[in-house]
């Protein structure tokens, strides 16, 4: 029992480190160094939160990594990633970036149960400048069985934004001609284009499971996770435009110039934060043939937080006393977003990031939204899934209600990342391989079939 509260604690503990993934907290451009190997600066830097110089490591920092980052945040955030990662193995420079004038340098992090990839900016004048943690990919990737790799081929390209362009990858049936085609919207975090979760890589999955059936596929790296925050956007500015709904839009539009997709049957599938813009974006892309929401919360990300908390809390029968009191604290704050009291330059306290961030979020109302679109709509919701609760599919179902061409599936055995399991859904999970549903493949590429105009 105390192995599990000890487990949980952590989970919650360390949502001030994960909101680094979540807002891209402090990855901020700087110009280039001149004198200095960046690798040097990074690495050393590295070191002393190895070592737990904290001192040393904040006279390392520029003035506005000071700010966004004190030590006392410093040390609460490295002691929160060292509790549930363990401690930091050995890490080593893989490669340093440029972007325009800037550089970042990035290093492949091992923990004793983790490997990320640190991103540490580092100024002109030698100071670090910003520190940001991604999953790193390693690479391997056990095929799901439901994958026909000889049934598709896969076209890397590059579009986007002038000046913030993306990497991703369209998966086509063989075959000849053209196909339907699904966009890909990530979840929160800086995102790869697999939407790599730990060991789990569901994005891959829907890509080959879909392209295996006849229905082409695009997804891409997140713009967090290819420039961070960009120096042309300081933090306070930071919205889900610039996160999420600009770079769908242009890879909408850069679908429809691909001659094997079929122009007029082109779907959108937001995944978590994805599926909450969805409707967004479909309302500025007209073109767009249908809509699937897979566990795609109804409200914004803010209200979600203290759910998951008390979920989390919860698995081991009891809510202590400390945890009721992280509880109301988060609550407190949510309640000042939700009344906005803070101001949008405003960090925000318990959930990291800035007021204005989390206001787009809510002035998007996608429940109004959807009643406003004749689109065909597919929500799909796992019974597991403790990030998004069935509260939210609830909410989408009478959202969408007057809609006929409105469909709704519910997968009593599917976790969040639209993988079956067993019992309650804990964070662990995901450290074990494990693939998307190959029924939920199946009914995907089904409804997609009848929706062809």
Not at 78 to 90: F, Q, Y
Not at 102 to 121: H, N, P
Not at 133 to 150: C, D, R
Not at 182 to 207: I, Q, Y
């Amino acid at each position: 029992m105390e192995s599990l509260r000890s487990t949980v604690r952590r989970g919650i503990e360390n949502m001030t480190w994960r909101f680094l993934f979540i807002f891209g907290a402090i990855l901020l451009g700087f110009p280039a160094l001149a004198f200095e190997d960046p690798r040097h600066v990074a690495e050393d830097f590295l070191d002393l939160l190895q070592r737990g110089v904290f001192e040393e490591a904040l006279n390392m920092e520029d003035e506005t990594m000071r700010e966004l980052l004190p030590k006392e945040a410093l040390q609460k955030m490295w002691k929160s990633m060292t509790e549930e990662l363990g401690r930091l193995v050995e890490f080593r420079t893989d490669r340093v970036g440029e972007r325009g004038e800037y550089r970042i340098v990035f290093v492949v992090s091992r923990f004793e149960r983790m490997t990320l990839m640190a991103q540490v900016a580092v100024n002109e004048r030698g100071k670090i400048s910003g520190l940001y943690f991604v999953p790193f990919a390693s690479g391997e990737y056990p095929l799901p069985s439901y994958a026909g790799t000889e049934r598709f081929i896969e076209r890397e390209v590059t579009f986007g934004v002038p000046g913030s362009e993306l990497p991703g990858t369209l998966t086509v049936p063989k075959g000849g001609g053209s196909f339907p085609c699904v966009l890909l919207v990530h979840g929160s975090g800086a995102n790869d284009r697999d939407e790599t979760v730990m060991a789990c890589k569901p994005f891959r999955d829907l890509a080959f499971g879909l392209a295996t059936r006849g229905v082409a596929v695009f997804r891409y790296d997140k713009r967090t996770y290819v420039h961070g925050i960009q120096p042309t956007l300081s933090l306070p500015y930071f919205t889900v435009e610039e996160e999420v709904i600009e770079d769908a839009l242009e890879a909408l539009k850069f679908l429809r110039t691909q001659k094997d997709v079929d122009s007029k049957n082109i779907f959108l599938l937001g995944h978590s934060l994805g599926g909450f813009v969805a409707p967004e974006i479909a309302c500025r892309a007209d073109f767009v043939r249908g809509v699937i929401l897979c566990a795609a919360p109804a409200r914004p990300l803010h209200e979600l937080v203290p759910e998951q908390m008390e979920y989390l809390f919860s698995l081991d029968g009891v809510v202590d006393e400390r945890e009721a009191r992280m509880l109301e604290e988060v609550r407190g704050v949510t309640e000042k977003l939700t009344g906005r009291v803070f101001q949008p330059e405003d960090s925000v306290p318990q959930l990291g990031g800035y007021a204005r961030y989390f206001y787009s979020l809510m002035d998007l109302k996608p429940l109004e939204v959807v009643k406003n679109l004749s689109l065909p709509f597919l929500v799909i919701q796992g019974g597991r899934d403790y990030q998004v609760r069935e509260r939210d599919f609830l909410l989408w179902k009478e959202a969408l209600s007057l809609n006929p061409r409105a469909f709704f599936r519910f997968y009593p055995s599917l976790n969040h990342l639209l993988i079956p399991g067993e019992g309650p859904s804990k964070p662990e999970e995901y450290k074990r391989p494990g693939h998307v549903d190959e029924t939920l493949i199946e009914d995907l590429a089904c409804w997609i079939g009848e929706q062809k105009s």
